[in-house]
């Protein structure tokens, strides 16, 4: 399909694990961006990039957050350490510039467990 | 300053009725207001959206009130249907990137036949 694509769809690891999710956003969409939406919540900024460098990373909850996207297109969310109150549905969206007129795309999100 | 609030928190309406939202916000920067609906286990899919140099915006059976002096703006359902059974969200962001944007918490909006 056209839209974007995230993977796992689910991801269940142990609190202390490192996890890596993976978000394939439209061809040619220049924006990327990561939200994370905890149950019965509105999604809530992580990070954003413009084609390969992170524009603004000032909704990270704290270091053992970090996301890349080296090539301009595939982004990953790495998590280290991850602890119980990661657990979360961590939503990619992409656009396909920043302007107001240029809509997010969001995928379906990996509902990531800690447990 | 960066919240947007959201009421009701769920709503339950017939078939053929109106369905109606509100939002209110802090952040006198944010100048772009969409609103997004969610389907279980999908993400949110942008539904309508509205500046502030405008009072209303009309898409079909969705339409936007926006009051840039009392700082609120609300969704209208009209003709409810329960294929929109589902939650909706406001949001809300400005300046030089519009897709960082402050959500609020959702309604979770139910139609019944």
């Known amino acids: 399909g056209a839209g974007v694509s995230q993977t796992p769809s689910n991801k269940v690891t142990e609190k202390g694990k490192y996890v890596e999710l993976r978000c394939d956003p439209i061809s040619g969409h220049t924006a990327l961006y990561w939200y994370r939406q905890s149950l019965g919540q509105g999604p809530e900024f992580l990070i954003y990039?413009?084609?390969?460098?992170?524009?603004?990373d000032s909704g990270l909850p704290n270091d053992r957050f970090f996301a890349v996207r080296p090539e301009g297109s595939v982004s990953t969310l790495k998590i280290q350490r991850t602890e119980r109150g990661d657990s979360a549905v961590y939503l990619c969206?992409?656009?396909?510039?920043?302007?107001?007129?240029?809509?997010?795309?969001f995928g379906n999100g990996t509902r990531l467990t800690v447990t | 300053q960066q919240q947007v609030k959201q009421s009701p928190q769920s709503l339950i309406v017939q078939k053929g009725g109106i369905s109606i939202i509100n939002c209110a916000y802090e952040n006198t920067a944010f100048d772009y207001f969409p609103w997004y609906q969610q389907f279980p286990g999908k993400g949110p899919a942008l539904l309508i959206a509205i500046r502030p140099d405008v009072s209303e915006k009309k898409e079909g059976r969705f339409t936007i009130s926006f009051n840039k002096s009392a700082k609120q703006f609300s969704l209208h359902i009209m003709d409810s249907q329960p294929g929109d059974s589902a939650t909706y969200f406001c949001?809300?962001?400005?300046?030089?990137?519009?897709?960082?944007?402050?959500f609020g918490q959702g309604t979770i909006l139910t139609v019944h036949p």
């Open positions: 949001a809300a962001t400005g300046g030089t990137s519009y897709g960082k944007l402050t």
């Open positions: 990039f413009q084609g390969t460098g992170a524009a603004d």
């Open positions: 969206a992409s656009s396909a510039r920043t302007g107001q007129h240029s809509p997010l795309h």
